[in-house]
C-alpha cells in the first residue's frame, strides 16, 4: 500500500516553512493490527533524506506482537489483555508466561512452567555471595545487578539456541541477584534461596527473613501487583537499549545488563526514587506543598514534580489506577510516614488543579510504586532494582523476538551532522 504525504488523511498540503524545505514523495505504509500506521523510512532515504526524530518518539523500530499502549486513552495491553485485569486476576509467573509465550498457561502447562523455573541452578550459585562482597560500599544495588548478569553470560548458554533456558535461569536468578544486593546495601544476613517457596514469598523472606512484611499476604500481594505491571511497556528505553545491543548478536545475558544500566536513569526506573527523594526534600524545607507547586508551575524555575505525566500517556497511567488502591491499603498497614501524607496531599491538588489537568500530568506508576517499596521497609536504592526483577519477563519477551525477527538487521541509527565542513590541517 502506498500514499503521497499530501494524500494522506490529516496532513496538509505542501508549504514552504522558514528554513524548511518540504519534500514530496511516495512512501508506503505499514498498517498496525492497533496504532499509528508508519511510513516506510527506506523509501524517503531512497529520495536522499533522512527522518529527524531525537528520542525516537515517533519512530517504530521494529513490528512487535507482546505489548501495546495507547497512551491517549490509558490503555496498557499485554498480549492483547488489559493489564490491569492481568494485575488483577494473574500472577507474576503467569504474566510472565503470557508476555514470553504469547498465552496464559493451562493448568499442565503451568507446573510445566514452574519446575522449569525451580529447577534452575544459577540462583544458588556460588559466586554470588563473593561478587556481591567484593562490591565498594555504596555501590548502587543496579550497578550491581548489571554487572551480576554479565557474570551470568560465563555460567550459563545464553545465544538465540538456548533463549528458553536462558530466559527460566533470568526469572529464577533476579530475585536472588536483588536480595543479595539488598543485603549488600543494607549489611543484613544472606538467607538461602528457597525454590519450593511461591516466587514472591521467597523473594520477600531472603530479604527479610520471618518479619510481618515477608509474610503478611497484603505485603505478598502488592509486590505481585507491582511486579506484574512493571513486566513491560512496549518499546521504552531499557527495552529499545536491549533490541539494539541483541542487533549485534550479542548474547542474552549481555543484553540484559546494557538494559539494567539503562533502566538505571533517574529519567526511567530510577524515577520513584527520585519521587521519594522530592518528598523528602520538600518535608526538608519545611513541608509547604503550595511553594513547590508554585515552583513546579513556573516555567523559569528548574524544579520537577517528579511522578507526574508521562512520556507516552496524555491521562491517566493506565498502571497508576491498579497501583494507586494498592498503595493505599499497604500504606494504610504501615508506620505512620509522614511523606505518605504528602504524597496523598499532593496528589489531591495536582488532580484538582487546572494547570495540571490542562497539561494532563496526572501522577503516574512512579509516584505510587515508591510509597510501596518505602511502606515495605526497602531503602530507596533498592527502588529500581525491584523494578527490574519486574521487567525481566519482558525482556526475555523482547529479546527471543528480535532474535527470530525476519527483518532482523544490526542497529545503527543515522544522523544529522551538524559538525564543521570539511577542512585542511594549516601546518
Keep these: 500500500m502506498s500514499r503521497t504525504a499530501h494524500e494522506t488523511p490529516g496532513v496538509p498540503e505542501p508549504r514552504t516553512a522558514a528554513g524548511q524545505n518540504v519534500v514530496?514523495?511516495?512512501?508506503?505504509?505499514?498498517?498496525?493490527?492497533?496504532?499509528?500506521?508508519?511510513?516506510?523510512?527506506?523509501?524517503?532515504?531512497?529520495?536522499?533524506?533522512?527522518?529527524?526524530?531525537?528520542?525516537?518518539?515517533?519512530t517504530a523500530i521494529c513490528r512487535s506482537e507482546i505489548t501495546y499502549i495507547d497512551g491517549d486513552a490509558g490503555i496498557l495491553l499485554y498480549?492483547?489483555?488489559?493489564?490491569?485485569?492481568?494485575?488483577?486476576?494473574?500472577?507474576?509467573?503467569?504474566?510472565?508466561?503470557?508476555?514470553?509465550?504469547?498465552?496464559?498457561?493451562?493448568?499442565?502447562q503451568e507446573e510445566?512452567?514452574?519446575?522449569?523455573?525451580?529447577?534452575?541452578?544459577?540462583?544458588?550459585?556460588?559466586?554470588?555471595?563473593?561478587?556481591?562482597?567484593?562490591?565498594?560500599?555504596?555501590?548502587?544495588?543496579?550497578?550491581?545487578?548489571?554487572?551480576?548478569?554479565?557474570?551470568?553470560?560465563?555460567?550459563?548458554?545464553d545465544g538465540a539456541?538456548?533463549?528458553?533456558?536462558?530466559?527460566?535461569?533470568?526469572?529464577?536468578?533476579?530475585?536472588?541477584?536483588?536480595?543479595?544486593?539488598f543485603a549488600r546495601v543494607e549489611d543484613r544476613p544472606r538467607r538461602p534461596y528457597d525454590p519450593s517457596a511461591g516466587y514472591v514469598e521467597n523473594f520477600l523472606h531472603m530479604c527479610f527473613g520471618d518479619s510481618p512484611v515477608a509474610t503478611d499476604p497484603a505485603m505478598v500481594h502488592a509486590l505481585e501487583t507491582l511486579l506484574v505491571l512493571h513486566a513491560d511497556h512496549e518499546q521504552n528505553c531499557s527495552t529499545a537499549t536491549l533490541r539494539l545491543v541483541s542487533s549485534s548478536n550479542a548474547g542474552f545475558f549481555s543484553s540484559v545488563s546494557a538494559a539494567l544500566s539503562a533502566?538505571?536513569?533517574?529519567?526511567?526506573?530510577?524515577?520513584?526514587?527520585?519521587?521519594?527523594?522530592?518528598?523528602?526534600?520538600?518535608r526538608d524545607d519545611g513541608g509547604d506543598l503550595g511553594k513547590y507547586v508554585a515552583k513546579?508551575?513556573?516555567?523559569?524555575?528548574?524544579?520537577?514534580?517528579?511522578?507526574?505525566?508521562?512520556?507516552?500517556?496524555?491521562?491517566?497511567?493506565?498502571?497508576?489506577?491498579?497501583?494507586?488502591?494498592?498503595?493505599?491499603?499497604?500504606?494504610?498497614?504501615?508506620?505512620?510516614?509522614?511523606?505518605?501524607?504528602?504524597a496523598l496531599e499532593l496528589e489531591e491538588i495536582a488532580?484538582?488543579?487546572?494547570?495540571?489537568?490542562?497539561?494532563?500530568?496526572?501522577?503516574?506508576?512512579?509516584?505510587?510504586?515508591?510509597l510501596i517499596y518505602r511502606a515495605m521497609g526497602f531503602p530507596v536504592e533498592m527502588f529500581t532494582a525491584l523494578f527490574a526483577v519486574g521487567?525481566?519477563?519482558?525482556?526475555?519477551?523482547?529479546?527471543t523476538e528480535a532474535a527470530t525477527a525476519p527483518e532482523r538487521r544490526i542497529g545503527r541509527p543515522a544522523q544529522l551532522y551538524t559538525g564543521p565542513e570539511t577542512r585542511d590541517l594549516q601546518f
Excluded at 33 to 48: F, H, Q, S, Y
Excluded at 79 to 108: D, M, N, S, W
Excluded at 138 to 156: C, D, F, R
Excluded at 351 to 370: A, H, I, M, T, W
Design 161 to 181: 539456541s538456548s533463549i528458553e533456558q536462558a530466559g527460566f535461569d533470568l526469572l529464577a536468578t533476579m530475585p536472588a541477584l536483588a536480595a543479595h544486593a
Design 296 to 342: 513546579a508551575k513556573d516555567r523559569n524555575d528548574p524544579f520537577r514534580l517528579m511522578g507526574f505525566g508521562h512520556r507516552v500517556y496524555r491521562t491517566f497511567d493506565a498502571r497508576a489506577r491498579v497501583i494507586r488502591e494498592v498503595a493505599r491499603e499497604v500504606c494504610g498497614k504501615a508506620a505512620h510516614d509522614p511523606l505518605l501524607d504528602m
Design 391 to 399: 521487567r525481566a519477563p519482558g525482556w526475555i519477551a523482547h529479546w
Design 79 to 108: 498480549r492483547g489483555y488489559p493489564a490491569q485485569q492481568v494485575a488483577e486476576k494473574c500472577t507474576f509467573l503467569q504474566t510472565a508466561h503470557l508476555l514470553t509465550t504469547g498465552e496464559l498457561p493451562t493448568g499442565a
Design 351 to 370: 488532580r484538582n488543579d487546572e494547570f495540571f489537568l490542562e497539561r494532563k500530568l496526572y501522577p503516574n506508576v512512579d509516584f505510587y510504586s515508591g
Design 112 to 157: 510445566q512452567w514452574l519446575a522449569r523455573i525451580a529447577a534452575s541452578t544459577l540462583p544458588g550459585n556460588p559466586v554470588w555471595g563473593p561478587l556481591f562482597d567484593a562490591m565498594p560500599a555504596g555501590t548502587h544495588p543496579m550497578a550491581m545487578l548489571a554487572a551480576a548478569t554479565s557474570v551470568m553470560t560465563s555460567l550459563a548458554p
Design 263 to 282: 533502566l538505571w536513569g533517574p529519567l526511567h526506573g530510577g524515577a520513584n526514587q527520585a519521587v521519594i527523594e522530592m518528598l523528602q526534600a520538600i
Design 24 to 58: 514530496q514523495a511516495e512512501l508506503a505504509v505499514s498498517e498496525p493490527v492497533m496504532g499509528r500506521p508508519a511510513v516506510a523510512a527506506a523509501d524517503l532515504a531512497r529520495e536522499g533524506y533522512l527522518v529527524y526524530d531525537p528520542g525516537l518518539a515517533d
